[in-house]
């Protein structure tokens, strides 16, 4: 059962989800500090990533219960007090600065706008930790000395290293895609290996430049291996070089004189910088085998939704076994004023809403049937041996889903319905599936315009179809 921590219409179950998550995170962050080379990773940075991918949470009260919890942990297990609430402005400052400056372009982006959000992070995170870095170091320190220098550049070195690692892997989208019997292929592992070789050739080396080693490793990665795992593959680099460097055995310093923790600040910096070409180049193969892939399947897919065109259904049907005794049912589905998002929102706000709901259908009908995007904003599923019923038991989960959860457009949440109209048949004296969805369509649209002219969101059963579609086959 998939538990399901945030929700847009249950202020108290997300306000106490987020309070839990803070309170873990900063738990974890305070015992990372026992180790002092970790203390480089701050994971409650990640509290941004969290709000960005639940963009409803971009409010002022959910903020305040993240601070909450930042206090609480820092009054139970750190014996602080006043200095739990000042020192904990400046992180909240970087959560609520990153994420402002990353929330409306990550919220469905289509991928021709990947590696502009990739390089948003970089701008994202640079500004957020010099707010941080300077509330922080005048909370520790108000006079205006080395004191005070030291103290910004650690704030500042941790907050900007760990952001630039962390957001990218927790924005990454393609978790679920991924197939892990695939990356055992030794065209997969050889380039996780040579970033491993390449932190032990640095180690030996020494030297300023040793920090820079494993960049090849990691952009031979970024070519070969998803986005997901290649920044997996940054952020544990990075953990790595600094726990190398606290500890001895990665000398940047290019002497026997070993770093003090106190002087890690340039060995962060360093390592976050390294950090970014990797990920320009993992976002733009991506964008290459995504644009290869759509060009291979232009012909038969759509562009926009990734399902099926118009010819493409039609030539999928070729693929099916033809029997006179097997029955066939259309949903032929449009969304509702269509063209008043468009007006108000643009055309690109509608493209994303086509997207959406596409990706909601699929999870909807999954292997079920044929989804095919008909032309515009309407849409048709076919579906073979399929009952009555149980068509319109999916037309209706088909529907629900879509007009169910809001959707984000230009920073307001929009609620979409859509209009369906379902038809049903056996193949009878036909001799191939094409005439006879063709004529099912046709009684589907009639249906569908049933729906519209009785007020929208809803469905329009097949039942006045069976019939005719009978008959004229």
Not at 171 to 182: D, V
Not at 217 to 245: D, M, Q, R
Request: glycine share 6%; proline share 3%; net charge positive.
């Amino acid at each position: 059962m998939r538990v399901k921590l945030f929700a847009e219409h249950n202020t108290i179950t997300s306000l106490l989800s987020l309070f839990l998550i803070t309170l873990l995170f900063c738990f974890l962050g305070s015992h990372l500090r026992v180790p002092a080379e970790l203390s480089l990773f701050w994971p409650v940075n990640a509290i941004a990533a969290v709000i960005v991918r639940h963009p409803w949470l971009h409010r002022m009260r959910y903020y305040v219960a993240s601070f909450a919890a930042m206090v609480v942990n820092d009054t139970l297990f750190s014996g602080w007090a006043w200095p739990a609430v000042t020192l904990n402005v400046a992180n909240l400052l970087f959560i609520i600065i990153s994420v402002s400056m990353l929330v409306k372009h990550y919220l469905r982006d289509s991928d021709r706008r990947q590696i502009n959000n990739a390089l948003r992070i970089f701008p994202a995170c640079l500004l957020a930790a010099f707010a941080c870095a300077t509330w922080g170091g005048l909370a520790q320190d108000m006079s205006f000395d080395t004191r005070f220098a030291t103290a910004w550049g650690d704030w500042f070195s941790e907050q900007f290293s760990t952001g630039l690692m962390l957001l990218p892997f927790l924005l990454a989208r393609n978790w679920r895609s991924l197939s892990f019997a695939a990356l055992l292929s030794p065209g997969k592992w050889l380039p996780l290996l040579s970033v491993v070789l390449s932190l032990v050739v640095g180690a030996m080396m020494g030297g300023a430049g040793s920090l820079t080693f494993p960049v090849p490793a990691l952009i031979w990665c970024a070519i070969v291996l998803p986005i997901p795992v290649t920044s997996l593959a940054i952020l544990l680099t990075g953990i790595s070089e600094i726990v190398l460097v606290s500890h001895g055995v990665m000398n940047i310093q290019g002497n026997d004189n070993l770093l003090h923790l106190s002087h890690l600040t340039s060995a962060r910096l360093g390592v976050a910088t390294v950090a970014i070409s990797p990920l320009i180049v993992a976002v733009s193969m991506d964008a290459v085998r995504q644009l290869n892939q759509r060009l291979a399947l232009r012909a038969n897919y759509d562009f926009l939704t990734q399902l099926l065109s118009r010819s493409g259904l039609y030539e999928s049907l070729k693929e099916e076994p033809f029997s006179a005794q097997r029955s066939v049912g259309v949903i032929l589905l449009d969304v509702d004023y269509f063209k008043a998002i468009n007006d108000n929102f643009g055309h690109d706000a509608g493209d994303g809403v086509l997207e959406e709901i596409a990706l909601r259908m699929q999870q909807v009908v999954g292997a079920q049937g044929r989804i095919c995007r008909f032309g515009g904003e309407e849409f048709a599923i076919v579906l073979f041996d399929a009952r009555p019923a149980r068509l319109y038991q999916l037309a209706e989960a088909v529907r629900q889903a879509i007009g169910k959860e809001k959707f984000w457009l230009q920073g307001n949440t929009v609620t979409v319905t859509v209009s369906l109209g379902l038809a049903q048949g056996k193949a009878g004296e036909e001799r191939d599936w094409h005439s006879l969805v063709n004529q099912l369509i046709s009684a589907a649209d009639k249906n569908l315009y049933l729906s519209k002219r009785n007020g929208r969101n809803q469905t329009t059963p097949a039942f006045r179809t069976l019939t005719l579609a009978s008959d004229v086959a």
